[in-house]
């Protein structure tokens, strides 16, 4: 499974943009990238899924260049409740019950 | 629609006891999966099923059995607890599927040997 490298923490204000990069260098052809959300107290929570460009839903958007070794999940406009750990996960059937969450990156907005 | 429900949510264990987590899950998932988290760590899996009848080891399976008897229920037992073992417990599961659904999380057991 493709080992993944995210920073450990990050600190941004309420209303601002924050960008999460993952660096996924040896993934697989059938790897997709997915991001969790985890608050204090509470199990990881799906935000996104990708394969390849670019995915957008109403919590975040996902961006993947086209090498597919890094990736890049956007909080657009964050709030005080979007302090919380992500995760960023690759992998792919059948093999993706191996899939492990690392420590993730603690985001923390502040007012 | 519950999701994934984890009974109990709080136990207090002395070393050598015994006891069982049950998760239970109603959106009729093959995959479940046992995780551990502990302070300031990610998640690792413990084991996980792909079906009912089935389990297998994941990444810290010492010291833990599990059970898969009917599909909507993964169990998971700590036959001498060890305060080692004390952590937050996840539950998760998954339907088969070739596309990488994401997995749904219970809120978690948390759990203290003493």
């Known amino acids: 499974l493709a080992k993944t490298t995210q920073p450990i923490s990050m600190d941004s204000y309420e209303g601002q943009e924050v960008n999460i990069t993952c660096s996924h260098n040896?993934?697989?052809?059938?790897?997709?990238i997915t991001w969790y959300q985890q608050f204090p107290s509470q199990g990881p929570r799906f935000i996104i899924q990708?394969?390849?460009t670019k995915v957008t839903n109403e919590v975040a958007s996902l961006f993947i260049p086209a090498d597919r070794k890094s990736s890049t999940l956007s909080l657009p406009r964050v709030s005080l409740s979007d302090t919380a750990v992500y995760y960023c996960?690759?992998?792919?059937?059948?093999?993706?019950?191996?899939?492990?969450f690392g420590a993730g990156t603690t985001v923390t907005v502040r007012a | 629609n519950a999701g994934v429900t984890q009974t109990p949510k709080f136990r207090v264990l002395k070393t050598g006891q015994s006891m069982t987590l049950l998760c239970a899950q109603d959106?009729?998932?093959?995959?479940m999966y046992w995780y551990r988290q502990d302070p300031g760590m990610g998640l690792r899996l413990i084991h996980y099923?792909?079906?009912?009848?089935?389990?297998a080891k994941g990444e810290v399976p010492d010291g833990y059995n599990v059970s898969r008897l009917k599909k909507q229920n993964f169990l998971l037992g700590l036959e001498s607890a060890a305060p080692s073992q004390t952590s937050v417990y996840f539950c998760a599961s998954r339907p088969w599927d070739i596309h990488n659904q994401p997995q749904h999380f219970g809120d978690g057991t948390r759990l203290s040997i003493l």
């Open positions: 990708g394969y390849k």
């Open positions: 040896n993934i697989a052809t059938n790897d997709y």
């Open positions: 959106m009729n998932h093959e995959y």
């Open positions: 099923s792909v079906g009912e009848g089935t389990t």
């Open positions: 996960l690759v992998g792919a059937y059948p093999n993706d019950y191996k899939l492990s």
